[in-house]
């Protein structure tokens, strides 16, 4: 044990938890135990999750909401009743107010498309006003671009400051009386970022927008209170908080929900269909059309199930102090430099950084020969790098399997990327 790590408190049982996720007894490269570090990017999944999956499959496997046969029933209450857990995991006020899409992109793009077909006062046109930051995912720039582009909407954004946070310095500048709606990241992907939503949140509601919050990089990682956020739209992904791929959330306000168009229109999001007309189902059935991610809804709230057991305060916690530690040694790299806040107070636990002048895909690929695998790139935040002037960056991210032992099986790694590059 480094000295680094003496008084480290509020790790979980990493021990236990570990062996619950099969993929973490793998080996790689000529018998390599691997050591994940990329769980920003997609996290690994329990024994609990893939058994559910299974058992889906196995024995309830049918559509929902259509068939009045057994297994059909039990496919709908299995599906529904993962929206209901979700509702709790996230304190909704109303199960309606959750509705599934394939991706935190999908229910961003579902956002920007409802606001762009919305009558007023909702409707987003060439006299309002888009705001975004600098420190997007792609996916919660890009949907907002498309609707600028559409409706003459003037786009607009927070930039950072150099040490990863939001500049607001004008923050009465940028959101204004003609701002339409505001939308943010709750903690960045790539600079670790837990963004001031108090601040944020007060200044749009002076002036009347509408606020949509991007918590893919939240929802996994802390408690997730959509009632406490007090945000109109919050979208999250179930890959990230050890869920399948394919699943995504979106909630909504129940009456901006009642209001807004639908984006897809098929089946199951009607009430009556006409060669002249068509009425819509209530939410959350108006905007899930066509056949839905079942299995993967079912998946999800197992994956919600165990994080709920293990609580998410005692994640939070456990997170905290393993950043807490890799910040600590990854600064006594020598020509390490962290891309984003250099403290363990108010981030996430995704750290980027560079080192001297050797590219991230080169210590990426290095690492990898070590069982170590981290993500390099822009990580689909390429506005980041541009504000800093990097090409790219190496991302080392945490979660609650992580052990003090993997950070310092990086830091032992990036010695030797250093060696190896002379």
Request: aromatic share 8%; with cysteine; hydrophobic share 40%.
């Given at each position: ?199 944020i949140i007060r200044r749009a509601q002076q002036v009347g927008a509408l606020v949509c919050i991007d918590a893919s990089q939240a929802a996994p990682h802390m408690v997730l209170d ?197």
């Open positions: 044990m480094t000295d680094a790590r003496q008084g480290l408190t509020g790790l979980l049982d990493t021990e236990a938890i570990r062996k619950d996720f099969p993929i973490l007894d793998r080996t790689v490269h000529d018998g390599k135990k691997i050591v994940y570090l990329d769980s920003a990017a997609t996290s690994q999944k329990p024994r609990q999750v893939l058994d559910a999956l299974n058992e889906y499959y196995e024995q309830h496997n049918a559509n929902v909401h259509r068939g009045v046969y057994t297994i059909a029933e039990e496919a709908t209450a299995l599906y529904e009743g993962a929206r209901d857990k979700v509702a709790a995991f996230i304190n909704a006020p109303s199960r309606d107010e959750v509705i599934f899409t394939k991706n935190a992109s999908e229910s961003l793009n579902l956002v920007a498309n409802m606001l762009g077909w919305a009558d007023e006062p909702y409707r987003v046109d060439s006299d309002t006003e888009i705001v975004t930051t600098e420190m997007e995912h792609h996916s919660n720039i890009v949907p907002w671009q498309l609707l600028a582009q559409r409706t003459g909407a003037k786009l607009k954004w927070f930039g950072i400051t150099d040490d990863g946070r939001l500049d607001l310095s004008d923050i009465d500048e940028i959101i204004t009386e003609k701002t339409k709606v505001v939308s943010f990241t709750l903690v960045s992907n790539i600079l670790g970022t837990v963004n001031p939503v108090e601040q959509v009632q406490a956020l007090q945000a109109d739209f919050v979208a999250f992904t179930g890959h990230k908080m050890v869920g399948p791929t394919g699943i995504g959330v979106l909630w909504g306000r129940q009456e901006l929900l009642e209001d807004l168009p639908p984006f897809l229109g098929g089946g199951e999001m009607i009430e009556t269909v006409s060669m002249h007309s068509s009425t819509y189902a209530p939410a959350p059935h108006k905007f899930e059309a066509g056949t839905p991610p079942i299995a993967q809804a079912v998946g999800l709230g197992a994956a919600v199930d165990y994080l709920s057991a293990i609580g998410m305060e005692n994640i939070h916690r456990h997170e905290k102090a393993i950043t807490e530690y890799a910040v600590k040694r990854l600064l006594d790299v020598p020509g390490l430099r962290i891309i984003g806040p250099a403290t363990a107070e108010d981030r996430g636990a995704a750290i980027s950084f560079t080192l001297g002048d050797i590219h991230p895909h080169d210590v990426g690929q290095v690492l990898d020969e070590l069982g170590i695998a981290v993500r390099v790139g822009h990580h689909c935040a390429r506005p980041v790098c541009l504000r800093y002037g990097i090409p790219a960056t190496t991302r080392a991210s945490f979660y609650l399997y992580s052990t003090p032992a993997e950070v310092d099986a990086l830091v032992d790694g990036l010695e030797h990327v250093r060696n190896f590059f002379g």
